[in-house]
């Protein structure tokens, strides 16, 4: 049974999620993933202007002449959201900022009829929970994501991302929110890119950005108990630490800034091309 914490929570992502859906999104998910689902339905002769990339090179050869591929865009969509539910995405702010981005995105998704589903992992995967439609389901989501106590502590995205592609056949729309701390999984998130249309979501907090200058620190790793001294009494370590990312359908959020804007902006580059 729920705490009446865990559902106030719970309530106030809900409410917040779809005052976001209402007053912001109103038809930018469905207009940037339009034609992502797309099913076949003909052959026809090929005429100038045609996309090459829809030839049919088999038709093509037998009859001597181009044919092209004709497709239905699918009434549902399939959206996925895979989580990084390691111990470095506890850090600060960031587990429930991660719940109400996810939130966001799959009451845009019911809102437009489309089915969800969402993914959990670690250095393993913890759970999946497969696509369905409706406002029960997704409040399901949200309280997996609050309530959810990891097995592992590490983080293996690569393997997430094998699991996920061998489970999921039909194409989806897959978000992956994460802090990406990670390394060695570039080729597989290609293999993924090719089959389903992959957006990552990079959450940071602001502490993890740069340290204070004038300090001896001292840092235990939340993945691995390693203890690191660092050393920034004459204020030289600056930067963002965390791998830097493909800027191709990535959207890097802190947890201190309007995760929204940033949303919506990408949503509108989408739209645009």
């Known amino acids: 049974m729920l705490s009446k914490e865990m559902l106030s929570k719970i309530r106030h992502i809900e409410i917040k999620s779809n005052r976001m859906v209402d007053e912001i999104f109103a038809g930018d998910y469905k207009a940037s993933f339009r034609g992502k689902g797309m099913e076949f ?7 100038p202007g045609d996309d090459v990339r829809n030839i049919d090179w088999n038709v093509t050869a037998r009859h001597n002449k181009a044919y092209v591929k004709q497709f239905m865009e699918e009434r549902e969509l399939n959206l996925f959201i895979l ?6 995405n506890s ?13 966001t995105l799959s009451f845009s998704a019911i809102r437009n009829n489309d089915r969800v589903g969402a993914m959990l992992f670690t250095d393993r995967v913890e759970k999946l929970i497969p696509s369905k439609k409706g406002k029960k389901h997704v409040l399901s989501v949200i309280d997996e994501l609050l309530s959810h106590e990891s097995e592992g502590k590490g983080t293996d ?3 997430a991302l094998k699991y996920f592609l061998k489970v999921m056949k039909r194409p989806s729309i897959l978000f992956i929110i994460s802090d990406f701390m990670d390394m060695d999984y570039e080729d597989t998130l ?9 957006v990552l979501i990079q959450v940071i907090d602001p502490k993890e950005e740069a340290l204070p200058k004038g300090a001896i620190f001292r840092f235990e790793d939340l993945e ?4 690191v001294e660092v050393d ?3 204020g030289l370590i600056k930067g963002n630490p965390i791998q830097q990312m493909p800027k191709k359908n990535l959207i890097s959020v802190r947890t201190d800034e309007d995760y929204i804007r940033k949303l919506k902006a990408f949503f509108a ?4 091309r």
Do not use: C, P, Q, W
């Not at 339905?41 to 005429?47: F, L, M, P, V």
């Not at 691995?224 to 203890?227: A, I």
């Not at 580059?269 to 645009?272: C, E, P, S, V």
């Open 91 to 103: 850090f600060g702010d960031k587990k429930e900022k991660i719940a109400e981005i996810a939130a």
């Open 41 to 47: 339905a003909d052959i026809r002769e090929y005429y």
């Open 157 to 159: 995205i690569d393997g």
């Open 190 to 198: 290609n293999r993924l890119s090719r089959k389903h249309d992959v």
């Open 232 to 234: 920034n009494r004459k």
């Open 83 to 88: 989580v990084d539910m390691s111990l470095s």
């Open 224 to 227: 691995t108990g390693e203890v």
């Open 269 to 272: 580059r989408r739209i645009a």
